[in-house]
């Protein structure tokens, strides 16, 4: 656990019980049970905006609360407006901290005009883009709340509308329907503009009622209008007798809902992640719209509403149980000293939450690894995303973009019962290398250089391990592509590890190696450049089976923001300390591991 959620549970005493959600199986902490003494966050002020509907009221006063309840100075902001306004003004530095939907992002705020459908996806690609724009998207909520076009039961079957299509066909045809809508959603790309484009229709615009999106329910409810815009988690879509048109032409992005926070204020504050992600992650869709229904339905104030859900998480009332799950977990890796590392980091770190785990660290090859997770032999393993692209999925194309081969290698693997969680940022791309005084006497810099070399008749030997001469994302594709061969007698086959000390010592003039490793500037090698661009990114994630995932989902809360603090430089100093400075890979991981407070201490 990390020691900086310790803290915030100490102060926070209503969210005690959470302890389980973040993977150990001690149901409480005792009050008579000290929490370690790690470095005090200087808590500084937040200023929290939200939009100005209902669940945005709900979700901005949870984050106003939850924050004051920790310490944090806050000023609310919540209700501030629309979208726009909330947008601009976080991106101002006017507020630090607002709920946002994925969809809205995507295509609002980043411009993209393709919906994405998969939840995580959408997640994963807005958070990537919004990195740049210095924005931090937390830890999304599991409900949905894509907009929706309402009408009254009664209504729909007296004009035959079920779907977006009969709606269409029925205006198209002639018939009489209004509509009682926000402006925004109206004007917007991702909104009912977007819609009347897809499905090819339009309403009368003298028939067409403006007014705030809280009121469209009521306006429906009382007959001011045949159709109204609405939100999937609203609690009164079922209270007043509605139903959602079916999108069937699946038109709206999927629009699950994170804090997004400016990373200056972050990086000031970090234990605000901390505070919001357990209460983000028991927001479920029945759970959010329980609570809007209290506000729309009941007319409860939002902010009775929001400390009442945020004081049910302390009696144990809203935890999600899956999180709390534990049991026997099987990890696996490759056999060489990143993947050792990686494979231990996900050992000690489960183990610490409360898994039991059948350490298989080390099992063999990508190969060996891959079927004995597809057989059910072991549950995890660390992979790479070019290598599932080239080698477990079949495709010849490299992709040289990190989040695109994420996203897609995720989405197929999916059909294969493999669960891709938070993926790394480094990119160990295999690599090619030479000593740098023979490159400067052979005059090699690229691997065309080499290929020229070669080719000319020129004496080159290579220290290589079986399966990257073979694999198509390997050596073979190397040589396919640039147009020359190694004479075979000059191919020296050994352990991937061994390679760098064997060009150390003379016995090849090249040899393979992985781009994060950190004996290529120690021992004085550097990489021939790609100039062709062939190998494909290659960023790691731990590849899990979907029914070990399923049963125990807490294996994602543990090891996802493992992942992602996972950098280049990081990865190569934890490589060094294995390939230089001989440590155990296994006291490298529980170093890593003590140092980033993921835990506190090793099993």
Request: hydrophobic share 40%; with cysteine.
């Amino acid at each position: 656990m990390r020691k900086s959620t310790l803290v915030i549970l100490a102060l926070l005493s209503a969210f005690a019980v959470m302890l389980s959600a973040c993977g150990t199986t001690t149901p409480a902490v005792p009050t008579e049970v000290e929490a370690p003494e790690p470095p005090v966050e200087e808590k500084g002020l937040i200023v929290v905006g939200s939009k100005d509907f209902t669940e945005q009221f709900i979700l901005g006063q949870i984050a106003v609360l939850a924050l004051q309840d920790a310490g944090y100075e806050v000023d609310d902001q919540v209700g501030l407006g629309g979208t726009a306004v909330n947008r601009e003004a976080l991106l101002a530095g006017e507020i630090d901290l607002y709920w946002e939907y994925t969809g809205t992002a995507w295509i609002t705020h980043l411009g993209h005009e393709d919906p994405i459908t998969d939840p995580q996806e959408a997640f994963d690609k807005v958070k990537a883009e919004d990195a740049g724009n210095d924005l931090v998207w937390m830890t999304m909520a599991p409900f949905n709340n894509t907009y929706t076009l309402m009408m009254q039961q009664a209504t729909g079957k007296a004009l035959g509308v079920e779907t977006i299509s009969d709606l269409a066909e029925y205006i198209n045809g002639g018939g009489d329907a209004s509509l009682c809508i926000n402006q925004e959603f109206y004007a917007r790309p991702d909104g009912f503009r977007g819609v009347e484009e897809l499905y090819g229709f339009q309403f009368n615009e003298d028939q067409v009622i403006m007014m705030d999106s809280g009121l469209t329910y009521k306006a429906l409810q009382d007959g001011q209008c045949t159709t109204a815009m609405g939100f999937a988690t609203d609690g009164r879509i079922s209270a007043f007798g509605f139903f959602n048109m079916v999108d069937d032409l699946q038109f709206f992005p999927v629009y699950n809902p994170a804090p997004v926070i400016r990373a200056e204020v972050l990086d000031a504050n970090p234990g605000v992640a901390d505070v919001l992600t357990p209460i983000t992650q028991a927001l479920t869709t029945e759970t959010m719209m329980e609570l809007n229904k209290r506000v729309d339905i009941d007319e409860e104030d939002p902010i009775d509403v929001a400390r009442d859900f945020l004081d049910s998480l302390a009696s144990g009332a809203a935890i999600v149980p899956e999180a709390m799950e534990t049991g026997l977990v099987v990890i696996g890796s490759k056999d060489f000293s990143e993947q050792y590392i990686l494979g231990y980091i996900a050992a000690i770190a489960l183990e610490d939450a409360g898994f039991e785990v059948d350490d298989q660290v080390g099992l063999g090859g990508t190969a060996v690894n891959r079927e004995a997770l597809l057989a059910g032999e072991i549950d995890l393993y660390w992979e790479y995303t070019g290598t599932a692209w080239i080698a477990h999925l079949g495709h010849e194309d490299p992709i040289t973009d990190p989040q695109e081969c994420y996203d897609k290698v995720k989405a197929e693997d999916a059909g294969n019962g493999v669960a891709w969680l938070a993926m790394a940022p480094f990119n160990n791309t295999y690599t090619l290398m030479m000593q740098q005084e023979t490159g400067d006497a052979l005059g090699v810099e690229t691997i065309t250089d080499l290929a020229g070399y070669i080719n000319g008749g020129g004496d080159a030997s290579l220290c290589i391990n079986q399966e990257f001469y073979a694999r198509p994302d390997g050596f073979r594709g190397v040589e396919a592509l640039y147009g020359f061969q190694f004479n075979e007698d000059q191919v020296i086959m050994m352990d991937s590890g061994l390679t760098y000390k064997a060009l150390q010592d003379g016995q090849c003039t090249t040899a393979m190696g992985f781009a994060t490793d950190g004996r290529i500037s120690a021992f004085g090698f550097f990489n021939l450049v790609d100039d062709l661009q062939f190998f494909p990114v290659y960023n790691p994630a731990p590849g899990v089976r979907q029914e070990i995932l399923d049963q125990y989902p807490g294996i994602a809360t543990v090891l996802d923001p493992i992942a992602e603090t996972l950098t280049t430089e990081k990865m190569m100093d934890l490589n060094k300390r294995v390939d230089i400075d001989e440590e155990d890979p296994q006291d490298v991981a529980c170093d890593f591991l003590l140092s980033e407070g993921f835990v506190d201490s090793c099993p």
